[in-house]
């Protein structure tokens, strides 16, 4: 199995899930990713019990914490303790990447800024994963992907019907984050495959914002050649120019979603599956022009007949049909899918318990195999480990922690 980040070392001095879902995805191609935890409290994100009205974990087994950072080594140190920062330092020496989601005042109070971590070791590539980017107005401040990513990103706005007395949140914890990781750590791969043709080490930054900008690219390339705001969406847009494009609600009150772009192509099979073939020469819809100068007639003809079926029924008769749609699923039906199940995206994890537990598997493969993924550490779990490879003595590690610059 090609594991392309074998001896990579990445340091990760963060926490949350935006930056740490980038170590995560490069543990999965085989990087040795060193979680810095702070010594007494951790990452922050182990604190929280709930998110979005659900339990984060259950036992030692928290998907919260497994998804952002399965297949890591964490170490907990207190960076505001010279000893702890020296620690620090000479895994800097080690390591190829320097990962972090700290605000620049955290950076430079604790001495890991691009020119502490540069002087110690040149090579190293830098990456900063920030709310709003390194530079302008709002570079210091923080940012979730509910703020960055999901509103200022235009994505909340972008989601939210004209008619809908109210503002779309994200569909899941950690949206943007998730999507900001997989960004981030193929930044990271494209720094790396550089330094390794020219020998020069980048500095990478990715932003929520970038991120969510970079999901409403065409809407906000539409605004700028309209010079000014898009119309707001209207709750359904189906049959506007294409009775095969949009949503339909089915007599168990579930949804089919139809993208058949070609209507021409799709429409006579489409007819016949639906059980309504004189459709086809009914002179509304006779020919391409006719159907889509008609549309909204036919559009209303199709969720009548959709209307009358359950999902299993509509599922069955539309198995095979060559144009494209699919079942709005829920997130258990996500992880029962075939297609997902089929293709390794949902992995095996064993957890610190030794019971075999499931997570979704980052989506880039290698050689078509699915990713093999370990559990994330418990808080500080490799700390010795960790120290003992930078040979320190039993005397030594000792006095760290009874100095309270490690635990």
Known sequence: MIRPMDGVRILEVAQFTFVPAAGAVLADWGADVIKVEHAETGDAQRGLSRLMGMPVGSGAFAPLMEHPNRGKRSIGLALERPEALEVLYELVRSSDVFLTNFLPGARRRLGIELEDIRKINPNIIYVRGSGFGAAGPDSDKGGYDSTAFWARGGSATGTTPSDYDGLCGMPAGAYGDSLGGMTIAGGIAGALFARERTGESAVVDVSLLGVGAWANALSVGFAMLAGGPLPKPASSKTGRTNPLVGNYRTADDRWLVL????????????????????????????????????????????????????????????????????????????????????????????????????????????????????RAPQFAEHTDEILRELGKSDDEMLTLKIAGSVT
Do not use: H
């Open 259 to 374: 993208a058949m772009l070609q209507p021409g192509r799709y429409w006579p099979e489409f007819c016949a599956r639906i059980g309504r073939e004189e459709l086809v020469t009914d002179e509304r819809f006779a020919t391409v022009e006719a159907l889509m100068g008609n549309a909204a007639e036919a559009a209303k003809i199709v969720q009548e007949v959709i209307a009358a079926r359950t999902l299993a029924d509509w599922t069955s008769r539309f198995a095979d049909m060559e144009g494209q749609w699919a079942i709005a699923q829920d997130a258990w039906e996500v992880s029962q899918d075939p297609a997902v199940r089929a293709n390794g995206l949902i992995a095996e994890v064993t957890d610190v318990d030794g019971a075999t537990r499931q997570l979704v598997a980052s989506p880039v493969q290698f050689d078509q195999e699915p990713a093999r993924i370990q």
